[in-house]
């Protein structure tokens, strides 16, 4: 959100939608490996409801073996990974060159990025909230700061919001293995060298990670697709889209608090099996997940121009972006089951039916509407689309769940 306020504010539009396409990348990137966060955090909760300390720590391993592996992957790839994406996704050559500058700086933050993901699934696994709390809050002081500086002191424009993400995700790594050795020292030595170990329960990990993984991929299709679309429609509806995406994106970062004690608490008592508090857990979050969908339809309501107005002062921007407002305050209320129910979820390892609701509200209910009313309401379809394919998540996930705690 601050890179988007930082770019609105320089004097082109094209960095705004440079800035949201060099972002779609890296939505591919890390939301790819998103997989390892939920995967981890519902094993390792499970673990941790068992008393399993053997297991607690192979989790771990297992996690950041696999992230070590992909961020270097990704580092080596660089250069072919920047010219097919910028190749697939639409948008001005001016976007694109502003895009790349920004990409091959971004790029250098993976290692950091993505060992994080795993360290944030199992700390919440071990039920402790304030340690990813204390990180996540690190992580965006100091990308905050050092973007403000790289971007308004030194002019480094794109790859100034992109330098301070990387500065951000590494002062994260750090704090994080510090605090690991505060509280966990005595799991260093459950870690292993031997492949046995290893290899045992990795079957249930990656079953779990596999179908995450695909959920998550067709995520990524979705946003990707409505960034890359609006770069297709013009750079003007690609910045007013990228300002509009961060109100989905800030009820996010609330509801997903919820989430995240939602696959903690959900996966230690699915863990002990404990059904009572399963199932009490279950109807509190959706209680403070509606509660909180009702004050943000209402203050997009009321403040929805306000909200602009902070992301940018492009005019072109401010007088359009208007006509698209009514789509956002839709998106709490549409929205929040899917954010609440993905937690429950991933505590209970239902990830077949998590994978399951995401292709079928991708396929049926994003695509298929934006190609048949695309021609008839233009920049409309793909916002009505987005609400249909979170809504649809809500409802499936609602149906879905009765079903699967029946085995439990």
């Given at each position: 959100?601050?890179?988007?306020?930082?770019?609105?504010?320089?004097?082109?539009?094209?960095?705004?939608?440079?800035?949201?396409?060099?972002?779609?990348?890296?939505?591919?990137?890390?939301?790819?490996?998103?997989?390892?966060?939920?995967?981890?955090?519902?094993?390792?909760?499970?673990t941790?409801?068992?008393?399993?300390?053997?297991e607690?720590?192979?989790?771990?391993?297992?996690?950041?073996?696999?992230?070590?592996?992909?961020?270097?992957?990704?580092?080596?790839?660089?250069?072919?990974?920047?010219?097919?994406?910028?190749?697939?996704?639409?948008?001005?050559?001016?976007?694109?060159?502003?895009?790349?500058?920004?990409?091959?700086?971004?790029?250098?933050?993976?290692?950091?990025?993505?060992?994080?993901?795993?360290?944030?699934?199992?700390?919440?696994?071990?039920?402790?909230?304030?340690?990813?709390?204390?990180?996540?809050?690190?992580?965006?002081?100091?990308?905050?700061?050092?973007?403000?500086?790289?971007?308004?002191?030194?002019?480094?424009?794109?790859?100034?919001?992109?330098?301070?993400?990387?500065?951000?995700?590494?002062?994260?790594l750090?704090?994080?293995?510090?605090?690991?050795?505060?509280?966990?020292?005595?799991?260093?030595?459950?870690?292993t060298?031997?492949?046995?170990?290893?290899?045992?329960h990795?079957?249930?990990?990656?079953?779990?990670?596999?179908?995450?993984?695909?959920?998550?991929?067709?995520?990524?299709?979705?946003?990707?697709?409505f960034?890359?679309?609006?770069?297709?429609?013009?750079?003007?509806?690609?910045?007013?889209?990228?300002?509009?995406?961060?109100?989905?994106?800030?009820?996010?970062?609330?509801?997903?608090?919820?989430?995240?004690?939602?696959?903690?608490?959900?996966?230690?008592?699915?863990?002990?099996?404990d059904?009572?508090?399963?199932?009490?857990?279950?109807?509190?979050?959706?209680?403070?997940?509606?509660?909180?969908a009702?004050?943000?339809?209402?203050?997009?309501?009321?403040?929805?121009?306000?909200?602009?107005?902070?992301?940018?002062?492009?005019?072109?921007?401010?007088?359009?972006?208007?006509?698209?407002?009514?789509?956002?305050?839709?998106?709490?209320?549409?929205?929040?089951?899917s954010f609440?129910?993905?937690?429950?979820?991933?505590?209970?390892?239902?990830?077949?039916?998590?994978?399951?609701?995401?292709?079928?509200?991708?396929?049926?209910?994003?695509?298929?509407?934006?190609?048949?009313?695309?021609?008839?309401?233009?920049?409309?379809?793909?916002w009505?689309?987005?609400?249909?394919?979170?809504?649809?998540?809500?409802?499936?996930?609602?149906?879905?769940?009765?079903?699967?705690?029946?085995?439990?």
């Amino acid at each position: 959100m601050v890179d988007m306020y930082l770019m609105g504010h320089q004097d082109s539009v094209h960095f705004m939608g440079a800035v949201a396409l060099g972002g779609v990348i890296f939505n591919f990137v890390y939301w790819g490996f998103a997989f390892l966060r939920m995967s981890i955090s519902g094993v390792a909760a499970q673990t941790f409801g068992r008393n399993d300390q053997s297991e607690m720590a192979l989790v771990l391993e297992r996690g950041l073996l696999i992230s070590v592996t992909g961020s270097l992957l990704l580092l080596l790839l660089q250069v072919p990974l920047a010219h097919f994406s910028f190749w697939l996704l639409e948008g001005s050559a001016e976007v694109k060159a502003i895009a790349q500058d920004y990409f091959f700086v971004r790029i250098w933050a993976a290692p950091a990025a993505i060992s994080l993901m795993v360290m944030y699934g199992w700390f919440l696994g071990m039920q402790n909230a304030l340690y990813p709390m204390a990180i996540a809050i690190t992580v965006n002081l100091v990308n905050i700061l050092t973007s403000f500086i790289f971007v308004q002191h030194f002019n480094m424009q794109a790859q100034g919001v992109a330098l301070g993400s990387v500065c951000g995700q590494y002062a994260g790594l750090l704090l994080a293995i510090l605090l690991f050795f505060r509280k966990y020292r005595w799991i260093v030595p459950h870690f292993t060298l031997k492949i046995a170990p290893l290899l045992s329960h990795l079957r249930h990990f990656l079953d779990v990670s596999g179908n995450i993984f695909i959920r998550t991929l067709f995520i990524i299709f979705v946003f990707t697709f409505f960034t890359s679309r609006s770069a297709g429609i013009g750079d003007v509806t690609l910045a007013i889209n990228s300002v509009l995406l961060q109100y989905l994106f800030l009820f996010s970062y609330f509801l997903d608090g919820f989430a995240y004690a939602g696959e903690a608490l959900v996966g230690k008592f699915f863990g002990a099996s404990d059904r009572k508090n399963l199932n009490k857990t279950v109807r509190l979050l959706l209680k403070w997940g509606f509660g909180f969908a009702v004050l943000f339809t209402l203050g997009y309501a009321l403040m929805g121009d306000t909200l602009l107005q902070l992301f940018t002062e492009q005019e072109i921007v401010l007088d359009k972006g208007s006509n698209y407002l009514f789509w956002v305050i839709l998106i709490p209320l549409a929205s929040f089951g899917s954010f609440i129910w993905d937690g429950v979820f991933i505590g209970i390892t239902a990830s077949k039916a998590m994978r399951n609701s995401v292709v079928l509200a991708a396929v049926f209910f994003f695509f298929l509407p934006f190609y048949l009313l695309h021609p008839y309401m233009g920049n409309h379809a793909i916002w009505l689309s987005m609400v249909l394919f979170m809504g649809s998540r809500s409802l499936a996930l609602t149906l879905m769940y009765p079903r699967i705690t029946k085995k439990f």
